[in-house]
Nanobody, 125 residues
Framework: QVQLVESGGGLMQAGGSLRLFCVAS????????LAWFRRTPGKEREFVAA????????YYTDSVKGRFTISRDNPKNTFTLQMNSLKPEDSAVYYC??????????????????WGKGTLVTVSS
């Protein structure tokens, strides 16, 4: 049984930082592509960041480039999202997800193999 568990969410003032963690269990994930998504009330779930298993390339949605960093620790089956210079519009439930598929366009992709249940991030102005 594959499980993804997020942690690290919370309340932060604008300009502050948070680090989200996703711990995966149930199999070896070193050949999976890892990603973070977020959803705010009334909106579709949107792609935030991804890191691929082959080569470690990273991808970000434009609104978080230069502020967020995704990384992975394969031996620990853990990946993180470092969020700096937070803005109120970053407030959302953040989900980690993994896929064994090769994704050509992360910005329009929400088709992942496994999802976590989410962690809430609230950024106050």
């Amino acid at each position: 049984q594959v499980q993804l568990v997020e942690s690290g969410g919370g309340l932060m003032q604008a300009g502050g930082s948070l680090r989200l963690f996703c711990v995966a269990s149930g199999r070896t994930f070193n050949k999976y592509n890892l990603a973070w998504f977020r959803r705010t009330p009334g909106k579709e779930r949107e792609f935030v960041a991804a890191i691929v298993w082959s080569g470690g390339a990273t991808y970000y949605t434009d609104s978080v480039k230069g502020r967020f960093t995704i990384s992975r620790d394969n031996p620990k089956n853990t990946f993180t999202l470092q969020m700096n210079s937070l803005k109120p519009e970053d407030s959302a439930v953040y989900y980690c997800a993994i896929t064994g598929q090769n994704v050509l366009d992360w910005s329009n992709n929400t088709d992942m193999d496994y999802w976590g249940k989410g962690t809430l991030v609230t950024v106050s102005s």
